[in-house]
């Protein structure tokens, strides 16, 4: 996110909003391998397109979100099953 003039994140607590966004992402590339491996549904387009639309969308809306507003939002405190 070097374009967007935004810190490391390894130098900043990452706020909550943006936390999300990273669950949200993870949680769509657990969900296609147990619709694969646990409902055994195949893809609906093979999955080197459904990966790069995701990370597409991801990387977009993690700068839209890390752009605007970034010295308003609040930090992330962990939560106990973090510390």
């Keep these: 996110m070097r374009e967007a003039g935004l810190p490391k994140i ?3 607590r990452l706020p909550s909003d943006q936390l999300q966004l990273v669950w949200n992402m993870h949680g769509s590339i657990i969900y296609l391998a147990i619709r694969k491996y646990i409902y055994g549904f195949q893809p ?4 080197a397109a ?3 639309t995701m ?3 991801f990387l977009q809306s993690a700068l839209n979100l890390m752009s605007k507003d970034a010295p308003k939002r609040k930090a992330h405190s962990p ?3 973090e510390r």
């Design 10 to 12: 390894a130098s900043e």
């Design 44 to 47: 609906i387009e093979p999955l």
């Design 50 to 52: 459904t990966m790069q």
């Design 55 to 57: 990370v597409d969308t």
């Design 79 to 81: 939560s106990v099953l």
